[in-house]
C-alpha cells in the first residue's frame, strides 16, 4: 500500500478556482508512473464518485458534469496528480480524494472544497 496525500481544498466563491494536489511521497518513480489515477470526491452519506482520471500516457477522461471546468494532470517524477478546478458551482463542495484506478491503495484523508458566497 502506497501512503496518498490530497491537498489544496478550501472555501471559494461561486465561480472560483482551486488546485488540487494529490501525493504519493513514498512511492518510487517506477511504482507510480504506471498507475491509472483519479480524483473523487464523496458527500456525506453518499457513494464516493469519480470525476477525472489520467492514465499513465496521459489520456484524459472527466464526468460530465465537470467537462470544460475541470482539468486533471500529473508529474510523475514529483509523483504527483493535480485537478485544477475552475468555475465552481455549489454543486461542486464535497472531500475529494485521489487514488490508483485498477489497484486502489488505502484512501488518504481527502481534502475539503466548500463553495459558498
Known amino acids: 500500500q502506497v501512503r496518498l496525500v490530497e491537498s489544496g481544498g478550501g472555501l471559494v466563491q461561486p465561480g472560483g478556482s482551486l488546485r488540487l494536489s494529490c501525493t504519493a511521497p513514498?512511492?518510487?518513480?517506477?511504482?507510480?508512473?504506471?498507475?491509472?489515477m483519479g480524483w473523487y470526491r464523496q458527500l456525506p452519506g453518499k457513494q464516493r464518485e469519480v470525476v477525472a482520471t489520467i492514465t499513465s500516457s496521459g489520456r484524459t477522461d472527466y464526468t460530465d458534469s465537470v467537462k470544460g471546468r475541470f482539468a486533471i494532470s500529473r508529474n510523475n517524477y514529483r509523483k504527483t496528480v493535480y485537478l485544477q478546478m475552475k468555475n465552481l458551482t455549489p454543486e461542486d463542495p464535497a472531500v475529494y480524494y485521489c487514488?490508483?484506478?485498477?489497484?486502489?491503495?488505502?484512501w488518504g484523508r481527502g481534502t475539503q472544497v466548500t463553495v459558498s458566497s
Open positions: 487514488n490508483n484506478i485498477a489497484t486502489p491503495q488505502d
Open positions: 513514498r512511492a518510487i518513480f517506477s511504482v507510480f508512473a504506471p498507475w491509472d
